[in-house]
């Protein structure tokens, strides 16, 4: 006989678990953020954040199919606080420049967590509720559908190719990214012009360039290139 199929909603916990809280996805997702942060990603796991929440491990899992359910949650998180408090204004460009830094800076405010899920495509509501929002920008500035779905490609995996690469910079130990850091001082702006000619004379600006993130400067170049395709039109 085909075991029965019970509901969602009677598989979430109601009463307090042995530490004295109610569990809800939000709570597990921002204890999961929590232990990201303060273990990075390999010390997340079931164990871990059961113990970490006050309950049997298996609880979880009337919340999520698995770790990696869970995962993807934690990356929908992300874009949903990248969104809060975000409304439009009659400017299409300072829009998009918007949500590109907004998105770049949720990620960067949980490294560990961005790490893990910025390649992820989760299909949960904030991440809808992200593309809706930046296709709707540049439908409203008169891209047609075709060019709107282009240049939104180009703009998501720009911003997360980026939030992937400075997360994983800041989820460094502390040792290895000042010595990261600190190559463009001792070892290129030692460089000869001699033997070589053109980073040389670039070293100082190296030095001042290459230890920040290059996304804000991205974004505009993006911004401009999709700006003069729509005059172009």
């Given at each position: 006989?085909?075991?029965?199929?019970?509901p969602?909603?009677l598989?979430?916990?109601?009463?307090?678990t042995k530490?004295g809280?109610?569990l809800?996805?939000?709570?597990?997702?921002?204890?999961a953020?929590?232990?990201?942060?303060?273990?990075?990603?390999e010390?997340l796991t079931?164990?871990?954040l059961?113990?970490?929440?006050?309950a049997d491990?298996?609880t979880?899992y009337?919340?999520?199919?698995?770790m990696d359910?869970l995962?993807?949650?934690?990356g929908?998180a992300?874009?949903?606080r990248a969104l809060?408090?975000w409304?439009?204004t009659?400017?299409?460009r300072?829009?998009?420049r918007a949500l590109?830094l907004?998105?770049?800076?949720a990620?960067l405010a949980?490294?560990q967590?961005?790490?893990?899920?910025?390649s992820?495509?989760?299909?949960?509501?904030?991440?809808i509720a992200?593309?809706?929002v930046?296709?709707?920008?540049?439908?409203?500035a008169g891209?047609?559908?075709?060019d709107?779905?282009r240049?939104?490609?180009?703009?998501?995996?720009?911003t997360l190719a980026f939030a992937a690469?400075d997360?994983?910079a800041?989820?460094?130990?502390?040792?290895a990214r000042?010595?990261?850091?600190?190559v463009w001082?001792?070892t290129?702006?030692?460089l000869?012009?001699?033997?070589?000619?053109h980073i040389?004379?670039a070293a100082?600006y190296?030095?001042?360039e290459?230890n920040?993130?290059?996304?804000?400067?991205?974004?505009d170049?993006?911004?401009?290139?999709?700006?003069?395709?729509?005059?172009?039109?």
């Open positions: 006989m085909p075991k029965k199929v019970v969602e909603h598989r979430r916990r109601r009463r307090p530490g809280v109610v809800s996805e939000q709570l597990i997702v921002d204890t953020l929590r232990m990201l942060r303060e273990h990075g990603g010390g079931a164990r871990r059961g113990a970490a929440l006050g491990p298996s979880l009337r919340y999520f199919r698995g359910e995962t993807l949650a934690v929908d992300l874009i949903g809060r408090g409304s439009p009659h400017d299409w300072a829009d998009l590109g907004r998105i770049h800076a990620y949980h490294p967590a961005a790490v893990l899920t910025a992820r495509v989760s299909g949960r509501a904030h991440e992200s593309d809706e930046i296709l709707g920008v540049l439908h409203r891209f047609p559908t075709p709107a779905v240049v939104y490609h180009c703009f998501i995996d720009q690469l997360a994983a800041l989820a460094l130990p502390e040792a000042r010595a990261d850091e600190a001082r001792a290129y702006a030692r000869p012009a001699s033997t070589h000619p040389a004379p100082p190296l030095v001042a290459m920040v993130s290059a996304y804000p400067a991205a974004l170049m993006l911004i401009e290139s999709a700006a003069a395709q729509l005059a172009a039109r």
